[in-house]
T-cell receptor, first 113, second 114 residues
């Protein structure tokens, strides 16, 4: 069965520091991969997605993610974190056979001044 | 603007009293999803429709049912809510008939069970 793992439940970084959030998936083929952000009490906002082609994808708010097939990973990165980036981040996988769409367990990001 | 609308945003129901949550979309998407998100947890897929084709996740309790009378509307029925069903319920639509399509999420309905 397919699964999405985000190993880090909670991460704290200083404002201006770089950020990397990890995501690993388990699926027989290359799935569709997404990163979403959710601020407290808010809905889910799409940051970026990977379908095929260039393995480094650019998203909104200065985020990027790199798909590594050999590691079954799709890690999210940002070179310089802003205080407004504090939120919950979810990696998600789309499975083509059946339209299923699954979320990882989420990583909570705290940004300190 | 085209969007996914969920009503109400906040719903309070009593233990065991049936409740229905509503989702509508103006995007004309053929796939609609219902997710349950409990506090500090990831959204969990309950079921989805591809057009009128209903697809239930294996671990979705029988207490949860869904209806999709037309393309625009999808309802989540909880037949006998328990305290454990208190959560945020998210509706989403997809622009393509594959899971690669972009998902558009509604703002969610926060359900409280008293």
């Amino acid at each position: 069965a397919q699964s999405v793992t985000q190993p880090d439940i909670h991460i704290t970084v200083s404002e201006g520091a770089s950020l990397e959030l990890r995501c690993n998936y388990s699926y027989g083929a290359t799935p569709y991969l997404f990163w979403y952000v959710q601020s407290p009490g808010q809905g889910l906002q799409l940051l970026l997605k990977y379908f095929s082609g260039d393995t480094l994808v650019q998203g909104i708010k200065g985020f990027e993610a790199e798909f590594k097939r050999s590691q079954s990973s799709f890690n999210l990165r940002k070179p310089s974190v802003h205080w407004s980036d504090a939120a919950e981040y979810f990696c998600a996988v789309g499975v083509d056979t059946g339209n299923q769409f699954y979320f990882g367990t989420g990583t909570s990001l705290t940004v300190i001044p | 603007d085209a969007m996914v609308i969920q009503n109400p945003r906040y719903q309070v129901t009593q233990f065991g009293k049936p409740v229905t949550l509503s989702c509508s979309q103006t995007l004309n998407h053929n796939v609609m999803y219902w997710y349950q998100q409990k506090s500090s947890q990831a959204p969990k897929l309950l079921f989805h429709y591809y057009d009128k084709d209903f697809n239930n996740e294996a671990d979705t309790p029988d207490n949860f049912q869904s209806r999709r009378p037309n393309t625009s509307f999808c309802f989540l029925d909880i037949r006998s809510p328990g305290l454990g069903d208190a959560a945020m319920y998210l509706c989403a639509t997809s622009s393509l008939g594959t899971s690669g399509g972009r998902k558009y999420f509604g703002p969610g309905t926060r359900l409280t069970v008293t």
